[in-house]
């Protein structure tokens, strides 16, 4: 599976974070503008991760050291990241799996104004701060939901997430999410209606719940955000 994920990962990686920032008209055409490479990638100590073993080191650091990229890792349950460590960063991938998050509302905010700086952000599997890891309470949707409108997207809260029967609905890309064989419905464990709402996005894959209408994700979805 690692080969065939890792050709539209590597694609993916390729759209949301190295799209060119865009150069001054008046910059020398010798000396381009310098641009950050370093990619902060958050991971949870609270899911028995650790900077070696932890989703993104083994399915996207490599792609992302192809793309000359740097990876360093942060804890995120052990604070948020100093703004002074962040000056070279051009982008924060995470991939978390609980939806609990030490103030969970702090890192809401935290990464809304990081993609408000400019920074690329992308978010494999949950968002993973829907749930205050000490009090058990689930967040204020309306601050969860502005992180993904911060990147262009919406989240319906109307359809809980969870591992109901899903269908493959579309594949706008079949030769990048495809590669190696068809996508096999069985293996979608996961599902949360997310789509785009910000003009030029563009869906890789879109599923929906068996028999229900107006219940299509985009699972994969890069927003110009």
């Known amino acids: ?68 990229l740097v990876v360093h890792y942060h804890d995120i349950t052990q604070g948020l990241p100093e703004d002074q460590d962040l000056r070279d960063v051009r982008g924060i991938v995470t991939w978390f799996s609980t939806p609990e998050m030490p103030d969970a509302q702090a890192y809401c905010d935290w990464l809304v104004r990081q993609i408000e700086a400019g920074r690329k952000v992308v978010i494999f599997s949950s968002m993973g701060a829907f749930v205050e890891a000490k009090s058990g309470e689930t967040i204020d949707w309306r601050e969860a939901e502005r992180v993904f409108t911060a990147l262009g997207a919406r989240i319906d809260p109307a359809l809980e997430p969870g591992h109901p029967d899903v269908v493959l609905a579309s594949s706008n890309d079949p030769a990048l999410i495809a590669y190696e064989a068809p996508i096999d419905p069985a293996e979608l464990t996961f599902y949360q209606r997310v789509f785009a709402t910000y003009p030029g996005s563009q869906p890789f894959l879109t599923v929906q719940l068996r028999g229900m209408e107006n219940s299509d994700s985009q699972m994969i979805v890069v927003t110009p955000k």
């Open 1 to 68: 599976m690692r080969a065939r994920r890792g050709v539209w990962l590597a694609g993916l990686l390729g759209a949301a974070l190295c799209a060119s920032s865009g150069a001054s008209a008046t910059e020398s055409e010798d000396r381009p503008a310098w641009q950050p490479r370093t990619i902060l990638a958050l991971y949870k100590s609270s899911e028995a991760q650790i900077p070696e073993e932890n989703p993104i080191r083994m399915m996207l650091e490599f792609l992302l050291n192809d793309l000359g």
